[in-house]
């Protein structure tokens, strides 16, 4: 099966390639790892070299072992969260835009609160006052993510709810909600497909900069954000900040190129360009 010229593209294939990579890394790295990513056993501070790829850390804990480890507390805390925030603000939005009138200046007012605040210090502030843990890191993260799709979901809702088909379901006697999961959501996921997929290299650096700001993961986790913090205070030995580091930045690059590859793909109007410039 041939696959569509936007997905043919060089930086969706790059991108393809290193998100896939990052999954499994994820997946196999307890087979993948040379070493316990807790135990101290090791010659502190030790620089790149053939015995540890990547370096030691303070603690004599090799960081290859605890960059791979870290894709399993990283990775899946954040698509999770981009999955908890397309649910929340998919449902809120697509709730405001069918339903309209208080339903919709309600929800609408809460979004234009969050957004009157900037991101970051609404995070931070957020996750002080729920506590310095991974768990409530995504929660305010969560809290702050949650408007975008909102926003998202209800100007599409309102373009499409007058459409002829969804006045039929209604004439015809479906419920309100039947006619908004059945007519109206399958016609709006495409942009926030598009959405979500830009918007889990923003989530990661969120989370990644709450556990730089001691107020996500705790030591000893092997989180990408909390291991280049620990980095700042051996700044002399750059490996142990660079490489969680360039762990976050492929993992963001990745999944941008991700995102303007489905963007692409569906929008019919890029698409016929990439297929003229093709010919």
Not at 155 to 181: D, K
Not at 245 to 253: E, M, N
């Amino acid at each position: 099966m041939k696959l569509p010229k936007a997905w043919r593209q060089p930086l969706a294939i790059v991108g393809g390639a290193v998100a896939l990579a990052w999954i499994v890394v994820a997946v196999a790295a307890p087979w993948l790892a040379p070493h316990d990513p807790l135990a101290q056993e090791l010659p502190r501070l030790a620089p790149p070299g053939p015995d540890h790829w990547f370096g030691t850390d303070q603690l004599g804990r090799d960081i290859l072992s605890r960059v791979l480890y870290g894709a399993r507390v990283s990775i899946p805390l954040t698509l999770l969260l981009v999955a908890l925030s397309v649910l929340v603000g998919g449902l809120l939005g697509a709730s405001a835009g069918y339903f309209g009138k208080w339903v919709d200046e309600t929800i609408m007012r809460f979004a234009d609160l969050v957004f009157a605040f900037p991101t970051v210090i609404l995070a931070m502030v957020v996750a002080a006052a729920l506590g310095a843990s991974l768990t409530n890191a995504v929660l305010a993260v969560l809290v702050v993510a949650w408007p975008a799709y909102a926003r998202v979901t209800r100007g599409l809702v309102l373009g499409v709810r007058g459409r002829e088909f969804v006045v039929a379901g209604r004439l015809l006697g479906f419920s309100a909600w039947r006619s908004l999961r059945v007519d109206v959501l399958p016609n709006v996921t495409g942009p926030i497909l598009v959405l979500a997929t830009l918007d889990i290299g923003t989530a990661l650096l969120l989370l990644s900069g709450l556990s730089f700001l001691g107020l996500g993961a705790k030591p000893p986790s092997p989180e990408w954000g909390a291991m280049v913090a620990s980095g700042v205070e051996v700044f002399d030995s750059w490996w142990v900040a660079t490489f969680p580091g360039l762990a976050i930045l492929t993992v963001v690059l990745a999944f941008n190129f991700l995102g303007d590859t489905l963007r692409d793909a569906l929008d019919p109007r890029t698409a016929r360009a990439i297929k003229e410039r093709a010919l």
